[in-house]
């Protein structure tokens, strides 16, 4: 195979997308201990939960006792979710350095994740971006929907990519692109990525695909090629979205680093340890890692 990249960044999203989920309040010692496990395991930019509204996500209620508990580390990039400014305000009370915006390329799922359009969402963080700024925060921009919408069905790539840029304009550094439902297959989703590529550069793209069909290992390995070297994952595959029916969870990071490591790309993650959080988070919730390399592994 040519053309793949020689490192991807893991970018690990189970503490925020994967516990959200969750129905069950998960105590947040149970939530740190993820955190910790993942750090040790190698890997370097944690989402560690979202200051979004308690009364949407009560599972992330807890947020800034978690921020509280994080173990200092230089070489650690912890960030948390903020759809706001209120919730801006919150994550840099409790000294997190680097936030994460989200918006939609479908209207409707927009309404229903965020109660508010697309371009509403961008009114919105126009403060948080200029807050950012002035406190030398570094924020992220998420695109829910790339390759496809529960509520609309088919989603055009031009949009997708015109919301890319959108948020690459606005300030984010980096923009990632969420098939929240994991509906895609390769092809769609080269297609999606080079249209974004076409607006962004590659470097500022990362992957966030779930894997609700079990397309999601095989959609990324059509990016790659391409120029993506981020992907975002969730040890033991948790995740899904409260407000996409039907929406399981990420991409498992242990399918991933299994799969780039065994072609030889490196990613600085032990997979020894980074196979043991999944199990112990997995035992927390009391049922198996979602992951066929997790359930494999030896
Ligand atoms: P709203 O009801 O339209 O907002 O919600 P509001 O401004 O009218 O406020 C309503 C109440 O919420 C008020 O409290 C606010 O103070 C409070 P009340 O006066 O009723 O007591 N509030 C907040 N509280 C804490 N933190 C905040 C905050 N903001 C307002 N930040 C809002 C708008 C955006 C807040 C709400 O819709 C929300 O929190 N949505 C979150 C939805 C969510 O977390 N979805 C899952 C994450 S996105 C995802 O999973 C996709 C992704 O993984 C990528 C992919 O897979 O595609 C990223
Ligand atoms: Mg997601």
Known sequence: MSNMPENVRIVEVSPRDGLQNEKQIIP?????????????????????????????????????????????????????????????????????KEVAVF??????????NINCSIAESFERFAPVMAAAQQHGIKVRGYVSCVLGCPYEGDIDPQVVADVAKKLIDMGCY?????????????????????????????????????????????????CLPLGAKVIDA???????????????????????????????????????????VGRDISEALGRPPNSQVNNAWG
């Open 28 to 96: 947040v010692e149970t939530k740190l201990a993820l955190i910790n496990g993942l750090r040790d395991a190698g890997v370097k930019d944690i989402e560690v939960t979202g200051f979004v509204s308690p009364k949407w996500v009560p599972q992330l209620a807890d947020s800034s006792e978690v921020c509280a508990g994080l173990t200092a580390d230089d070489s650690v990039r912890y960030s948390a979710l903020t759809p706001n400014m209120k919730g801006f305000e919150k994550a840099l009370a409790a000294g997190i």
């Open 103 to 112: 918006t939609a390329a479908s209207e409707s799922f927009n309404q229903k």
């Open 174 to 222: 980096e923009v990632s692109l969420g098939d929240t439902i994991g509906i895609g297959t390769p092809q769609a989703a080269a297609d999606m990525f080079k249209m974004c590529a076409e607006l962004v550069p590659v470097e500022q793209l990362a992957l966030h695909f779930h894997d609700t069909r079990g397309q999601a290992l095989a959609n990324i390995l059509a």
């Open 234 to 276: 969730s040890v033991a595959g948790l995740g899904g979205c409260p407000y996409a029916k039907g929406a399981t969870g990420n991409v498992s990071t242990e399918n991933v680093v299994y799969m780039l490591h065994g072609m030889g790309i490196e990613t600085g993650i032990d997979m020894d340890r980074l196979v043991q």
